[in-house]
């Protein structure tokens, strides 16, 4: 079946632009992460989602990062305002219950210029 | 606090070479362990876990034994092939909990 997708796969902007990233999780999964890997570190937790619940944000390093996730499937990460340091590949990845295997979508390249 | 430790990359072998690529965690509660691999333009995937202490998980040759004594979740594989190359990331998740942490991932080259 078909997995995580993520949209677009890389994006190119200008500094102080917004931008908003696209996760298509996998079809009944309840949990939803959104990661942040930049060069040489490890994933960095961004948010999580949960079927219906508050989402935890706490990972969210400022106010210019939003997120939301629509129906229970579909989510979406925008960035306002974009710096150069935003600069990474954003990860999104789904899960069917907490403490199962996540599974990845491809990334989406993110350049601020 | 909570954390994944791994080695330093890249790490470069010839095809049907031995691989281990160490990991250590530091956890306050009883950690699951997880090793996932990201192959070059994909996602990271599962490659295997382990729940408890000594249990040893396998997948496509390569084992990892979860040892409490030494807090390690080293990955092995007998013999590597090119296909192999990709960067491999360790990651825990403690029970009770949602967060994922993962180490800063070993990118593994494997030449023939």
């Known amino acids: 079946g078909a997995g995580v997708s993520q949209s677009p796969s890389n994006k190119v902007t200008e500094k102080g632009k917004d931008v908003e990233l696209r996760c298509d999780p996998i079809s009944g999964h309840t949990a939803l992460y959104w990661y942040r890997q930049s060069l040489g570190q490890g994933l960095e937790f961004l948010i999580y989602f949960q079927g219906n619940s508050a989402p935890d944000k706490s990972?969210?390093?400022?106010?210019r990062f939003s997120a939301e996730r629509t129906g229970?499937?579909?989510?979406t990460l925008t960035i306002q305002r974009t710096q150069q340091e935003d600069s990474a590949v954003y990860l999104c990845a789904s899960s069917p219950s907490t403490y199962n295997e996540q599974f990845f979508g491809p990334g989406t390249r993110l350049t601020v210029l | 606090g909570n954390s994944v430790t791994q080695m330093e990359g890249p790490v470069t072998l010839s095809e049907e070479a031995f691989l281990t690529i160490n990991c250590t965690y530091t956890a306050t509660g009883y950690p699951s362990l997880f090793w996932y691999v990201?192959?070059?333009?994909e996602g990271l995937q599962l490659l295997l876990k382990a729940t408890k202490a000594d249990d040893k998980g396998s997948n496509k040759g390569f084992e990892a034994t979860y040892?409490?004594?030494?807090?390690?979740f080293h990955l092995?594989?007998?013999?590597?092939?090119v296909s192999d190359s990709?960067?491999?990331?360790?990651?825990?998740i403690l029970s009770g909990t949602y967060k994922y942490i993962f180490g800063t991932g070993t990118r593994l080259k494997v030449l023939a």
Not at chain 1, 59 to 63: A, C, H, R, W
Not at chain 2, 86 to 92: E, P, R
Request: proline share 6%; aromatic share 10%; charged share 20%.
């Open chain 2, 76 to 81: 092995e594989k007998g013999s590597v092939q």
């Open chain 1, 59 to 63: 990972g969210l390093p400022s106010d």
């Open chain 1, 72 to 75: 229970g499937s579909v989510s």
């Open chain 2, 67 to 72: 040892r409490k004594e030494t807090t390690s």
């Open chain 2, 38 to 41: 990201q192959y070059p333009g």
């Open chain 2, 86 to 92: 990709a960067v491999y990331f360790c990651a825990l």
